[in-house]
């Protein structure tokens, strides 16, 4: 399997003398890198799940979907011998399957327990969160708005737990269409890797077509999302680039690189790994903003640090706008089977937040 992670093919690079003479740069060249950045503790728990149903239980361990979107992560899992599916189907039967952090409807638990499956849930706590308020909500026979984006897997578990009662709000132009039952009787739920600044966009503009909505009993788009962007947002007005590690279907990275433009930064760029930065980005780049999404593991922003330090970026500051102690358990169905086997390892938590220099 290629290692993605390194390039395939040698780079004929410029020294950053001739990238200065292309285009020159005013002052010194330096990095702001975003703190927090990478794992969150949902993304942590997940990882670890598949690693040690791997350790205990052998391989091969079915993934349904991505366990988290990350292309390096999803990779090195596959070479320990996790295997990733698109549904449950493809699993034999009376295998071993986790369901990954973004969750899943009701509707994919039965159908592996009708083959007979042995599942782990890793869904993150706070997605799980989510769904219990659509299932509440639902039966209290309220009409639920849920933010999030169409196809995502997240959004697809919760809109599985009531889709009798649950219309899904794409972008804050939905909210025109949208028809309800009786406007008195609405709530509105968000996927938790959103824009925080859009989702409130659209919040906004529902509130204004219906007065009465209620909001969700706590906020639904997570900590990790919320805390990256606000370090991003600090960062993007200084910053002549700013470089997002993740990968293209992760959401919350995505939303980083829209922050950071919406936010001040000349220019922002997303890639997963250090070899697709191209070096004419730095032509005229003082300042070089770098931070990572919520599934992004540290060695790969380590990476693009030492690439950074290859074309003269070696200063380093971090700006911490936040402490992260979130902790989650392993799954309950890990749980029991780790500790007949003496192993006590539990959810780490951000494992990729840590101040790196």
Known sequence: MVDLSMPTVPRVRRTPEEIAAAAP????????????????AGVDRAVIAVE?????????????????HNKHV?????????????ETDEVPEGAMLVFSAHGVSPA??????????????????LVTKVHREAVRFAKNDYEILLIGHVGHEEVEGTFGEAPE???????????DTLEVNDPDKVVWLSQT???VDETMETVNRLRARFPNMIDPPSDDICYATSNRQAAIKEIAPQADLVLVVGSANSSNSVRLKEVALEYGARRAERVDFANQVDESWFEGVATVGLTSGASVPEVLVQQVLDLLAEYGYGEVEEV??????????LP?????????????TRGLGGRGTKPSR
């Open 165 to 175: 009662h649950i219309q899904i709000v794409n972008s804050p132009e939905d909210v």
């Open 25 to 40: 740069v005013a002052g010194e060249r330096r990095v702001l890198l975003a703190a927090p950045r990478g794992y969150c």
């Open 108 to 125: 994919v638990v039965q159908s592996a327990q009708d083959r007979h499956l042995h599942t782990i849930d890793a869904t993150c706590p």
């Open 52 to 68: 040690k149903a791997l350790e205990h239980y052998g391989a091969p361990v079915y993934v349904r979907k991505e366990i988290v």
């Open 193 to 195: 890797t959103l824009s």
């Open 320 to 329: 911490v706008t936040a402490q992260e102690d979130i902790l989650f358990s």
């Open 74 to 86: 999803v990779q090195t899992l596959e070479e320990r011998g996790a295997v990733f599916v698109e």
């Open 332 to 344: 309950k169905e890990l749980r029991a089977k780790l500790a007949k086997d003496g192993d006590t």
